[in-house]
């Protein structure tokens, strides 16, 4: 009977009742959106990086390590030396291990130095491996593997030329030494599309004639630079895969304790979570702001109720004619605000799913941020249903001054 009585109530005021849903429905997308939007990009940034067990460096701190060696931030304080890590190659536990050499550049795009071993190992988003979006992985020492940001803002195809410059925002250039892309790398929301990726043996020969970071007037031909010897004297940090997870911790303490030189070894799902600790101030402003828009929606709704009450006192008298209490009418004020409120969720929980359907490939090709499409999750059953409260208590003020005419009101109007 009551629920007849509310249904009918809100299809008298069907487009004052439809835009307060509305708006709850789009403040209601917009708060599950953002909750969607900050658990994607917490799941992303976690799996920034897959299957390596340890990343080794030079002793600093875990997020400086992580900072610089995935994600091309800021820069090492030390080198590793390469008998460092030939030592931590040879160890037992270790099932494989990927240097890595950075400190070029190209157009403000980090250069990394590695080996081919580095697109095999290298995973993210749980275990996807790097896929070519053009041509092939690097096979002569002056072919170079770009990531899709890269060939996208400098325009490059399989076959341009690239030239690295020594260090970061430096002027000076290894022109004697260009090399050539030999394939792009398809889209991974990852560090990887911002990076250009050469042999470690190309960074050694592109400082052939090079001591203490300037030129020494010397240019070595390149076919004399291609029979010498290119191991390199250090690399920056190395990425180790071990055999048996068991093993991880034992391996993290002997490199931490590594006699011969300082080195850091660090778990990178550890280091990636102390990371997002420290953004984790912006994720609680963009859950603040959307909040608020909720609240403002719940405002409005309030508003809408207080500003019927008059047009609604015969309405109200005709029900206290009809033996209606007081409190059932403040009850049906609040019953209607919650049906508002439980229907605005749902449309809202709708238009989201379908704006997920829609805009997920593009979000994820232009920003590399997977937004999984699943069932409301516990938490956000839970906001769902405090939305709803909020709307009842809510409508209470409005319901109680109904309450208050009721009682003063009869069937006499007031014009």
Request: charged share 20%; net charge neutral.
């Amino acid at each position: 009977m009551i629920l007849r009585l509310v249904l009918g109530s809100l299809r008298a005021r069907a487009l004052t009742v439809g835009m307060t849903i509305l708006s709850i429905a789009l403040s209601v997308t917009l708060f599950l959106g953002v909750e969607k939007v900050r658990t994607g990009a917490r799941a992303s940034f976690a799996d920034t990086i897959s299957g390596t067990d340890l990343i080794v460096g030079a002793r600093s701190g875990s997020v400086q390590l992580l900072l610089y060696s995935v994600f091309r931030i800021g820069n090492a304080t030390n080198n590793v030396t390469w008998q460092s890590y030939q030592d931590i190659a040879a160890q037992d536990a270790v099932d494989w291990i990927v240097p890595i050499s950075l400190g070029d550049s190209h157009k403000q795009f980090r250069v990394m130095g590695t080996t081919p071993e580095f697109f095999k190992r290298y995973k993210y988003r749980g275990d996807r491996d790097l896929d070519f979006a053009q041509g092939r992985t690097i096979g002569d020492l002056y072919d170079t593997v770009i990531g899709a940001d890269v060939a996208k803002t400098l325009g490059y195809k399989v076959g341009d030329p690239i030239v690295v410059a020594h260090g970061l925002a430096s002027f000076t250039e290894h022109d004697d030494q260009p090399f050539r892309v030999s394939g792009i790398l398809a889209k991974t929301g990852t560090p990887v599309d911002r990076t250009v990726i050469v042999g470690l043996d190309a960074i050694e020969a592109i400082h052939v004639d090079w001591r203490s970071g300037a030129k020494t007037g010397t240019v070595t031909p390149t076919d004399v630079i291609r029979t010498m010897d290119l191991t390199p004297t250090a690399i920056t940090a190395a990425l180790v895969g071990v055999k048996s997870p068991l093993q991880v911790f034992r391996l993290q303490r002997w490199i931490n304790e590594y006699p011969e030189e300082p080195l850091l070894a660090v778990l990178p799902g550890v280091a990636l979570q102390e990371l997002w600790q420290i953004v984790g101030l912006a994720e609680t402003a963009l859950i603040g702001v959307s909040g608020m828009v909720v609240v403002t929606a719940l405002l409005g709704m309030m508003a809408m109720i207080f500003s019927s009450l008059n047009e609604r006192r015969r309405e109200m008298a005709i029900w206290r004619a009809m033996g209606a209490r007081p409190a059932t009418i403040l009850g049906l004020l609040v019953a209607e605000a919650a049906c508002m409120a439980a229907l605005g969720a749902v449309l809202g929980t709708l238009l989201l799913y379908a704006a997920l359907a829609v805009g997920r490939p593009f979000v994820d090709q232009a920003f590399g941020l997977w937004l999984p499409i699943e069932a409301p999750s516990v938490q956000e059953t839970r906001v769902l249903l405090v939305v709803i409260g909020a709307a009842a208590l809510a409508s209470l003020l409005p319901a109680l001054r109904a309450y208050r005419l009721s009682l003063a009101d009869g069937m006499m109007v007031r014009i």
